[in-house]
């Protein structure tokens, strides 16, 4: 062995040991994504570069053999890295594994044949020397066009890279271009294939640098992370419109959420459209809240993006808020009912009371509101305790339900007050159905039964006039609220506002 095959061996002997350190490592750090194609690059490197001392150890020029499975592994761990870190480990289907896989496999098959290596023997620098046959070009030819796509898209995802990681993704996509072609290089000049044995080692080195440069840089800079692979992870959804309203990209979240996948009538042929209901609201941009064909709620921010003053895209991103609705919904339910008789409340009668006026105004149809008042209540609580007291106000609620319309709307005000809303009713139509109301409460406090006590209800009624507020509307029912009590209780009595003659 002359000193120059000394050097070999030891860096060979060197490069084995550190490559079998780095898949050790990397076997171990299985909850990074990457882990898995680096420990392919450590393992090929280690399998390369023990073939030189090897040979100058056992005297076999054979051992050069183990560059074939040692360059396949480099190879196919430095694209599959690429592919991970672009997000696009989605494309090996099996049948492009297995495709990937032919040639190599049929190269490994024939190793010892004429058609890998035509012609070995030994040498006192590397311990083997080689002269490549058809299916080591075919090999090498493979290697170079898969290291060649890993650099293409090295460089298409730096155009994607956030912030400083795109100068560390163009410099790895350059270095896989540089090293294929300096490689590819050492296999068609015969002087220099000799240091081939020395990549390997050049391999090895440019992977400690780059851990040692992401150590300290911070664990972020170590990684090449793409929009898409952002935007892939959150839980928004982000969809890309092309200026005519088609789908140019969208994330995971939003191809579950927002789009439909249908039918182009070719063979294989689909295509993703925006969801009907949010194509209709997202017309111009803005925030707002959307209710999708399926009945999920989401609140999507609309955003045109422009160049030289054209719009080329626009962003819709969009938050599921379906259980946040549902929530709000509850609250406002809770909010707007009271609880003990399970009647609206004050809070939804304000609300809702000027959108009826309004409606009965435009529409020209009578509109008249019955103010109740449980007679005495006071006195019942005193005389027979508040769970009789709040047992009387069920049953109260109970009588104005039992005759009510669907458009009309039964409210507790209050203690012992209660207001019923009726569209599309005339005074004496408001009148017959109080009296109505006013004669069944009375029977209850002597159906026999002895659960409730005999109790009376006084009703003051307002017909809507031109002019009126809620008010005012509101302010004339409980006028002749006052005026039936003041008369002596368990009566009906009509607003004085009202004439003799009915509007219905």
């Known amino acids: 062995m002359t000193g120059l095959g000394g050097a070999c061996a030891a860096a060979g002997i060197l490069t084995v040991v550190v490559a079998a350190a780095g898949a050790v490592h990397e076997t171990r750090r299985r909850d990074t994504p990457t882990a898995v194609p680096r420990a392919l690059v450590w393992t090929g490197v280690l399998v390369w570069a023990a073939a030189t001392p090897t040979a100058l150890l056992t005297g ?3 051992a050069v053999y183990l560059i074939i499975p040692g360059s396949t592994l480099v190879a196919a761990g430095v694209g ?21 896989c032919s040639v190599p496999a049929v190269v490994l098959a024939l190793a010892r044949s004429p058609l890998v290596l035509s012609d070995v023997h030994a040498s006192t620098a590397t311990g083997w020397a080689f002269t490549p046959g058809p299916l080591t070009w075919l090999l090498a030819l493979w290697m170079g066009l898969l290291l060649l796509v890993a650099a293409v898209i090295e460089v298409a995802t730096a155009m994607q890279a956030v912030g400083p990681l795109r100068v560390d ?9 540089v090293g294929t072609a300096a490689v590819f290089g050492l296999m068609v000049v015969a002087p220099w294939r000799p240091l081939l044995a020395l990549v390997p080692t050049v391999v090895a080195v440019g992977l400690l640098a780059g851990w040692r440069t992401g150590g300290r840089r911070g664990a972020g800079r170590g990684m090449q992370v793409s929009t898409s692979q952002v935007l892939d992870r959150i839980s928004d959804a982000v969809v890309v ?61 609309v955003a045109t993006v422009q160049e030289l003053g054209y719009p080329v895209a626009r962003i819709v991103s969009a938050r599921d808020i379906t259980e946040l609705e ?28 000027v959108a009826i006026m309004s409606g009965a105004a435009s529409s020209h149809q009578p509109l008249a509101l ?135």
């Open 326 to 353: 549902q929530v709000r919904a509850e609250l406002h339910e809770l909010a707007c009912r009271d609880p003990l008789t399970g009647l609206r409340n004050r809070r939804h009668l304000g609300s809702k009371l």
């Open 80 to 100: 599959l890295n690429v592919l991970v870190r672009a997000d696009l480990v989605k494309l090996l289907g099996p049948w492009r594994v297995a495709l990937a």
């Open 241 to 301: 419109l092309g200026p005519d309203g088609s789908v140019a990209d969208a994330n995971h979240r939003a191809r579950t959420l927002l789009l439909t996948r249908v039918s182009t009538g070719r063979p294989l042929g689909t295509r993703l459209l925006l969801d009907q209901e949010l194509r209709i609201a997202i017309t111009t941009d803005g925030e707002r809240t959307v209710t999708l064909t399926g009945g999920r709620v989401v609140r999507v921010r």
């Open 370 to 504: 019955a103010m109740v008042d449980l007679d005495n209540l006071k006195q019942l609580n005193d005389t027979h305790g508040h769970q009789v007291g709040d047992r009387t106000l069920r049953a109260v609620a109970d009588v104005l339900r039992s005759g009510r319309r669907p458009d009309d709307l039964v409210v507790r005000t209050g203690g012992d007050e209660f207001i019923v809303v009726m569209p599309d009713t005339s005074a004496d139509q408001a009148r017959e159905r109080a009296e109505a109301w006013r004669e069944h409460a009375a029977r209850l406090g002597h159906d026999g039964a002895g659960s409730l006590p005999t109790f009376t209800l006084s009703i003051g009624i307002a017909l809507m006039t031109p002019g009126m507020t809620a008010e005012s509307f509101q302010g004339a029912a409980d006028d002749a609220l006052y005026g039936a009590k003041s008369s002596g209780r368990d009566q009906v009595r009509l607003s004085r506002l009202l004439t003799t003659r009915s509007p219905g």
């Open 60 to 62: 076999s020029p054979a």
């Open 169 to 177: 993704v163009v410099v790895d996509g350059v270095r896989v271009l």
